[in-house]
DNA sequence: TCCATTGTTAAACAATTATTAAAATGTCAG
DNA sequence: CTGACATTTTAATAATTGTTTAACAATGGA
């Protein structure tokens, strides 16, 4: 089970359009990731930016990184978010769940 | 389908201590809330300081409410939360989402 | 109507955050 | 070793955020 401070630093990294951006990229591509420089290509951030939106990133437990040369890939670690979905709905409407699903008003 | 500024609103509007508690209390509530002063009470949370966090929840679509008598009673509303989720998962893995789901390092 | 209760709003302040530019680190090819 | 490339770090600035206090609505019972 995660503790607040954790979903609440998972929730902070992702609650920013540039960092959420990063990592619905990295979601999509998977586990082999993307080097630094790709995201930036394809994003358009400044290597600057895009490094201290990474430590972010990192510092909560989304993104997993490995270097390969001069190259560092980054990939999305879905534990940290699984983890924090499941706090969220824990316990949900008192134990029937029912109510939380999506396709009710 | 939700906007990315719809997501980035709902993720900073849970990206805080006193709110993740406020709406994982609702959540844990259900559809029938809590009376805000109840929420003061089990949170130790002053009234403005309550109020706050309630607008910026509401504004994010995270939580209803309704008055009754002289009490305002909020409710999380889930619809914003799962798509929220969706959204974050959405074309995981490019279309493979096995390694997205619990369970793997 | 009067008054206590419930909750919101406004103003002020301290603390945090995102971005940029510049300098620094580390890695490989020749 | 040297030079070019990939990324990080540092320092500085502007903008946003959370909390408190005090004052302000709105509701309903006596």
Redesign the pocket.
Known sequence: MMKPAQVVMAL?AL?????LAIYRLLVARGPDGL????V?EKLK????????????LSHAGLLD?R????????AANFTVMNGMVAYLTENCCGGNPDACKPGNK
């Not at 951030?45 to 939106?53: G, I, N, Q, R």
């Open positions: 902070a609650a920013q359009p540039t960092r080097a630094a420089g790709q930036a951030v400044s290597p600057a930016t895009l490094s201290f939106h990474f430590k972010t990184s270097q390969d040369g001069r190259f560092i890939y980054y």
